[in-house]
């Protein structure tokens, strides 16, 4: 018998990820408009004389690290390449033929495919008005349920689920369902100190809450994710995980990322503010701008401009910016925006501002 593939893989689509092209501005992938920490960067730079040898396999000091800045329990943390790993160790652990993930339609859409490729069962919830309705998503929970994926804030419509909606969801579902919470750019919200997720785990929901150092700690090339857990997860990602994933430079630069707290609050800070300054532009050119809490911003085409997101790519991709198409989720007069530097917001600004003049 010839070599195949299992045919859910065999029928996945290829991942859509956002175009790279040499030396145009990169506004597509949601990196960090910033940085990172330079004690960061030093704390990496020397970390590499020790790369001889495997990584702790319990990532212990940056477990330690988490749990002291963030005030919660070392034992409840998993450690991965970045959140992906983590997603992907959970769908091991739970999902199979037979199970079912249950996702927005308008969510991240990397939980799905894990989902298709474990060959398990996938609900996607409508999404009209670009929000999570927790009520939806309860409503689509079935016996089969394994893991309910809400992201918040959500890529790629920006929109968050405040923490009592979510306790709600969390209080609604059935044993049977993992809770998973991607705050991958809750660091971005600006409601004033809004209470990480993390807390649903505390009160002993069945939850997983995924972070990131990818976005606010400018750490995307270096890969590292945590989630909080309960010890049940803990234990069963542990099975599945590659040993030592996470390499030793990304840890080191982790741990020294997060003591430089002066550091993350200043790229937080003027990221919100370019975000609320090219909002204002995106609605003095006409554009409509669903307000989001991340560091991107998902604009949409009014009837009243004569294009479709696909021609507007095209034209700011002519002008040497590179945002991202959301075709993929049948949005075909949407397109979402990375918050970047100052010097390639100003510059999006005048791309934009020539590009809709011609229609
Ligand atoms: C919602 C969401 N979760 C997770 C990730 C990936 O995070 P990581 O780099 O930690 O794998 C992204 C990346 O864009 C994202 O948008």
């Keep these: 018998m010839p070599f ?7 029928e996945l689509a290829a991942y859509v990820s956002g175009e790279t092209a040499g030396d145009m501005v990169q506004l597509g992938f949601n990196e960090s408009a910033f940085p990172p920490s330079p004690m960061a960067v030093e704390a990496a730079r020397q970390a590499c004389r020790d790369v001889r040898r495997y990584n702790d396999e319990n990532y212990s000091a940056l477990k330690r690290a988490l749990a002291d800045h963030h005030g919660l329990d070392e034992n409840r943390i998993v450690c991965g390449a970045g959140s992906m790993d983590i997603m992907r160790n959970l769908a091991a652990c739970c999902l199979e ?10 969510s991240y859409a990397f939980p799905a495919v894990l989902a298709r490729a474990a060959g398990a069962g996938l609900r996607l919830v409508e999404e009209p ?7 939806a998503f309860i409503e689509a929970v079935s016996d089969c349920c394994a893991i309910l994926y809400i992201a918040s804030p959500n890529n790629p419509t920006g929109t968050s689920v405040s923490l009592d909606a979510l306790r709600r969801l969390a209080e609604a579902l059935p044993d049977h369902v993992l809770l998973m919470i991607d705050a991958a750019y809750a660091d971005y919200v600006t409601a004033p100190q809004a209470p990480s997720p993390d807390v649903l785990v505390d009160e002993g929901y069945n939850a997983a809450v995924l972070h990131t150092f990818s976005k606010a700690h400018g750490l995307a090339g270096l890969r590292t994710g945590w989630a909080y857990t309960g010890h049940h997860v803990v234990e069963a990602v542990a099975k599945v995980s590659l040993p030592g994933i996470l390499p030793v430079p990304a840890m080191a630069a982790a741990i020294a990322s997060l003591a430089d707290t002066e550091h993350t609050t200043r790229v937080v800070e003027q990221t919100r503010a370019l975000r609320e300054w090219m909002t204002a532009r995106l609605v003095e050119l006409g554009l409509d701008v669903i307000p989001g809490d991340g560091n991107f911003l998902m604009v949409g085409l009014p009837q009243s401009v004569a294009m479709d997101a696909e021609t507007l790519y095209q034209r700011v991709k002519a002008r040497g910016i590179l945002l991202r198409r959301l075709a993929n ?18 510059a999006l600004d005048c ?9």
């Excluded at 037979?98 to 308008?106: A, K």
């Excluded at 008005?129 to 009520?135: K, Y």
């Excluded at 049948?330 to 100003?346: Q, S, V």
């Design 129 to 135: 008005s670009f929000t999570h309705d927790v009520d």
């Design 97 to 106: 033929p037979g199970r079912t993930l249950v996702t927005g339609r308008l």
């Design 351 to 359: 791309v934009l501002t020539e590009v809709l003049a011609d229609v």
């Design 329 to 346: 989720f049948g949005l075909e007069r949407h397109l979402r925006i990375t918050i970047g530097p100052p010097d390639d917001m100003a």
């Design 4 to 10: 195949t593939v299992r045919p859910a893989v065999r």
